[in-house]
């Protein structure tokens, strides 16, 4: 079992920046891919980026690419989402997961754990 709880959310004007982090309780925090993902008022959950066990590899949706960059601190069991570059299209909110498998997906359906998401609103 994982606990995830996501902070620093808040409001940010447009070309501004936000890092994310979310606190991973339980056991075996690296061996698990962690993702993030968010959902703007009246649309659906929309994956932003997943990040292997060790790090090493990452995988971002297009809408974020070069603007969003996720990490992860295993000694300290969280994972981060440095975002710059903000759009009030990246208002959302804005979700932790875990997935206990090797593989990064970008389908929500295939993640275990989830946090409560931060909220994020990015004025124009």
């Known amino acids: 079992q994982v606990q995830l709880v996501e902070s620093g959310g808040g409001l940010v004007q447009a070309g501004g920046s936000l890092r994310l982090s979310c606190a991973a309780s339980g056991r075996a925090f690296s061996r698990y891919v962690m993702a993030w993902f968010r959902q703007a008022p009246g649309k659906g959950r929309e994956f932003v980026g997943a990040i292997s066990w060790s790090g090493s590899t990452t995988n971002y949706a297009d809408s974020v690419k070069g603007r969003f960059t996720i990490s992860r601190d295993n000694a300290k069991n969280t994972v981060y989402l440095q975002m710059n570059s903000l759009k009030p299209e990246d208002t959302a909110v804005y979700y932790c997961?875990?997935?206990?498998?090797?593989?990064?997906?970008?389908?929500?359906?295939?993640?275990?754990?989830w946090g409560r998401g931060t909220h994020i609103t990015v004025s124009s």
């Open positions: 997961a875990a997935r206990g498998s090797v593989v990064l997906t970008t389908n929500s359906g295939d993640y275990d754990y």
